[in-house]
């Protein structure tokens, strides 16, 4: 057996846990402060996407 306290098992959970919501604050708040980042329309792709498929009838 390790004989290691299990509060020494929660820390990582933890770390990860104040991590996590340390990130979602950060996150909220740049939404709030610039509103939500849309992707950009790339019509060069959009293109391409849709004239792959050739018509062959």
Do not use: C, F, Q
Request: glycine letters at 4%; zero cysteines.
């Amino acid at each position: 057996m390790l004989r290691m306290p299990m509060s020494v098992v929660y820390i990582p959970v933890l770390t990860g846990m104040i991590s996590t919501v340390l990130r979602s604050l950060v996150a909220a708040w740049m939404i709030a402060k610039h509103g939500p980042i849309l992707p950009a329309a790339d019509h060069d792709a959009a293109e391409l996407r849709t004239n792959t498929v050739e018509d062959h009838s």
